[in-house]
């Protein structure tokens, strides 16, 4: 999913923020912690940032104009008008003690505007007309508590000076500032619990959103619970409570924008499990530690590394089991489909199921009873079904989903999601039945081969049958009623030599003609045998084919010497490919080429012809796939109508 391009008006105001903060830090750059000035300003304008993505995406969003204006508010206000006071003190300029006003005044407007979005969030609607009362709460106690807080005395800590100088003395102050904060503590509870009911009560693409907002939510009140007390106990602590509250817009912005919506479920169970498997460790690292220490001493290097190593060993003895509770707990589902898979695998390592029985687990494991699974034998072929046939098409409604082993395709899975979240629970479960689907893909393709095996076969006996019975019958009514036709010839000429020479002499020449014939029909009958031209090799036997051939035909073959068989087979392709171009191809040229590559030999024939060639029934291209099939080799076909063809034959050859 690509991000929005920013409108006019959102990206005028976020560049507005972005250059308040640049001219913030340098203004306050060595006046105060660095962290302080850099964090800070990362995240007003991550707020005000993606507030603008999701006005521009969504103009009428009111979420988003609320994030935006936050950012604006904070960047002139409070960081702005921070760094120009603390310059102002240092260097003497006018109007600090007014910039360190505004900016004492800038945090507490803010709490309405928070309020609002946590009541809104993500459906811009209330859960009923009453959560008002909650929002106008926070808006009364800011009113309390803003004069409250200016004219406080004890506000002095937020002037360079140490003191207010617009200070109000008396009790009045502090008791406004104590009310106000109090009704606007009560209206971000308030607020909080309603997102949590909101939450329990929601399902689909809401339930998604409010899994971010919660989680981000609830990282940032487990940070502010504690921030009254740590934040004067280490300095550390402003800097973590920056970056949390950086996490806020931006799981925010996710949830709205719907970008990676449903890897919502992944960070949340990876986020309960570290942080268990970091309680449970720091708790045996400290026992480790006290338990040694009193032993040994603690100053003792043995007790650091002790801790260490049982630290190290209880994670890797507890991240697995850690990691599947949580998963039970926060993902359900995936565990739930996980445990289907496992369960399969365990029964396929036990001899109990088939691998082929995978798709049941699929479809148990992903709740869908038509899921398909399809094998990928070969990269240029088509997929198969279980039973090695030809796939259907697929639904354009259905997903497809490639099944990876290695980085080649071996399998696809068609099904139908429902969401994002299925689609995101796809690859776990294909990773986890990947071995039973390269299990199922292998049977299937050898069942596949052993049935093409026995097809060629019974299509060679077929062939050798028909090609007997072929011989039979021209010797029958051929060259054997020739010859014997020759032999009444010759035996008429016996009779005739003592009466007429010149008759005699005809009926000889008749007879030898005769007995030429018989010779030329007995050559084609002893076509299909070894050929006598292969005695001087390959190379030889395929140039002479070559030139006899009506059209030219170019011979690229060295004097290399294979197994007889491998000859003689590599022969009759040449022979089939030649025939095919000058016979049916109309081809003007012909480039026939024969090479070894490694343990296999390569024999292609190439035309310029029409094209359009295919293997089809009868003993042509057919049978001559099956005589290579039968030692163990591929034939290829590439001919596309106009292009000419090339027939290839690959023979393994490993002498």
């Not at 809104?120 to 808006?139: A, D, G, I, K, Q």
């Not at 003792?300 to 630290?311: G, I, N, Q």
Request: hydrophobic residues 50%.
């Amino acid at each position: 999913m690509a991000l929005p391009r920013l409108r006019p008006l959102p990206g005028l105001l976020l560049a507005l923020v972005v250059l308040a903060e640049v001219a913030a830090i340098a203004l306050s750059w060595g006046l105060e912690p660095a962290y302080d000035t850099v964090l800070y300003a990362v995240f007003t304008c991550t707020l005000a940032g993606s507030g603008a993505l999701i006005v521009s995406r969504h103009p009428r969003y009111v979420i988003g104009w609320l994030m935006l204006g936050i950012g604006v508010q904070g960047a002139l206000t409070s960081d702005l008008a921070q760094g120009w006071g603390l310059r102002a003190a240092a260097e003497g300029w006018p109007g600090g003690p007014t910039a360190e006003a505004i900016t004492s005044a800038s945090w507490l407007p803010q709490a309405p505007a928070i309020v609002l979005i946590v009541l809104l969030f993500p459906t811009e609607r209330l859960p009923s007309r009453r959560w008002w009362l909650v929002f106008w709460m926070s808006v009364l106690g800011v009113a309390l508590a803003e004069p409250g807080w200016v004219f406080n005395p004890r506000a002095g800590s937020e002037y360079e000076s140490g003191t207010n100088p617009y200070a109000i003395e008396g009790p009045s102050t502090g008791v406004m500032f104590g009310i106000g904060f109090v009704l606007i503590a009560g209206a971000l509870i308030a607020a909080f619990v309603g997102a949590a009911l909101r939450l329990r009560r929601s399902t689909g693409i809401e339930r998604q959103q409010l899994k971010w907002f919660a989680l981000s939510t609830g990282g940032l009140v487990f940070v502010l619970a504690p921030a009254g007390v740590l934040w004067f106990v280490t300095p550390l602590w402003p800097a973590v409570v920056a970056v949390v509250l950086t996490v806020w817009p931006i799981t925010i912005a996710i949830a709205v924008l719907r970008y990676r919506l449903y890897d919502v479920d992944l960070v949340i169970s990876r986020t309960f499990s570290y942080a268990a498997l970091t309680a449970v460790l720091a708790i045996v690292y400290a026992t480790v530690v006290v338990v040694l220490g009193a032993v040994v001493g603690r100053d003792s290097p043995w007790v650091t590394a002790a801790a260490t190593l049982l630290a190290a060993g209880a994670f890797k003895l507890l991240h697995r089991r850690v990691q599947e509770r949580v998963d039970r707990r926060f993902r359900r589902e995936r565990h739930d489909a996980l445990d289907v898979v496992a369960g399969f695998v365990e029964e396929l390592r036990n001899d109990r199921v088939d691998p082929e029985a995978v798709v049941d687990a699929l479809r148990d494991a992903l709740g869908d009873p038509a899921l398909e699974l399809r094998f990928v034998l070969q990269p240029d072929e088509p997929p198969v079904d279980q039973r090695g046939r030809p796939a259907r098409p697929v639904d354009a409604a259905r997903d497809v989903y490639a099944v990876r082993r290695g980085g080649m395709v071996i399998a696809e899975v068609v099904w139908s999601a429902d969401d994002d979240a299925d689609r995101g629970l796809l690859p776990a479960v294909v990773a986890a039945a990947g071995l039973p689907i390269e299990m199922a893909r292998l049977r299937v393709e050898l069942r596949r081969r052993l049935n093409e095996v026995d097809a060629s076969r019974a299509r060679i006996v077929a062939v050798a049958d028909e090609e007997r019975r072929r011989i039979e019958r021209d010797l029958h009514d051929g060259a054997q009623q020739r010859l014997v036709s020759i032999g009444l010839a010759l035996r008429h000429a016996q009779h005739q030599l003592g009466a007429d020479e010149e008759d005699a002499q005809r009926t000889l020449d008749g007879a030898v003609v005769e007995i030429a014939s018989a010779i030329e029909e007995l050559r084609e009958l002893a076509q299909g045998l070894r050929p006598t031209l292969l005695e001087a090799g390959l190379g030889p036997a395929l140039r002479e084919l070559a030139s006899r051939s009506p059209v030219p035909v170019e011979v690229s073959a060295t004097g290399d010497r294979y197994p007889p068989d491998i000859e003689a087979a590599a022969y009759f392709v040449a022979c089939e490919g030649l025939t095919n171009a000058v016979k049916h191809a109309r081809a003007d040229q012909v480039v026939l080429r024969v090479a070894r590559q490694d343990s296999v030999v390569v024999v292609s024939v190439a035309d310029d012809g029409v094209g359009g060639a295919a293997a089809g029934g009868g003993s042509g291209l057919t049978g001559l796939s099956d005589r290579v099939a039968a030692h163990g080799g591929r034939l290829r076909i590439e001919s596309i109508r106009g292009s000419g063809t090339i027939l290839s034959a690959e023979l393994p050859c490993v002498s």
